[in-house]
């Protein structure tokens, strides 16, 4: 069964920080692409970061990239989200995803995802 546990969602200024972070189990973790997905209100769902099994290869949304730094860690089986220079823009459902669809270099979707944490990004 594929198990998503997130965590680390919350309110923060403008320009300010936030570190999300995802816990599978060993199977899930090992065998599958795992990102992030969001949707915020009134918007559709879109991919946001995903990463390999092996961490070389990571992809971005055009609207993420260079603020967000998607990682995981082994040993822990979780994948954590970095988001940096936050904007308003960026508030919605935080939801970790397995099994990435990658188009034009960019995480398109996923096949499954947890239950998803809240942020939201204040002016």
């Known amino acids: 069964q594929v198990q998503l546990v997130e965590s680390g969602g919350g309110s923060v200024q403008a320009g300010g920080s936030l570190r999300l972070s995802c816990k599978a189990s060993?199977?899930?973790?090992?065998?599958?692409?795992m990102g992030w997905l969001r949707q915020g209100p009134g918007k559709e769902r879109e991919g946001v970061a995903a990463?390999?099994?092996?961490?070389?290869?990571?992809y971005y949304a055009d609207s993420v990239k260079g603020r967000f730094t998607i990682s995981r860690d082994n040993t822990k089986n979780t994948v954590y989200l970095q988001m940096n220079s936050l904007k308003p823009e960026d508030t919605g459902m935080y939801y970790c995803?397995?099994?990435?669809?990658?188009?034009?270099?960019?995480?398109?979707?996923?096949?499954?995802w947890g239950q998803g944490t809240q942020v939201t990004v204040i002016s």
């Open positions: 060993e199977y899930t973790y090992s065998s599958n692409c």
């Open positions: 995803a397995v099994e990435c669809t990658v188009r034009n270099n960019k995480p398109y979707d996923f096949g499954y």
């Open positions: 990463i390999y099994p092996g961490g070389g290869s990571t």
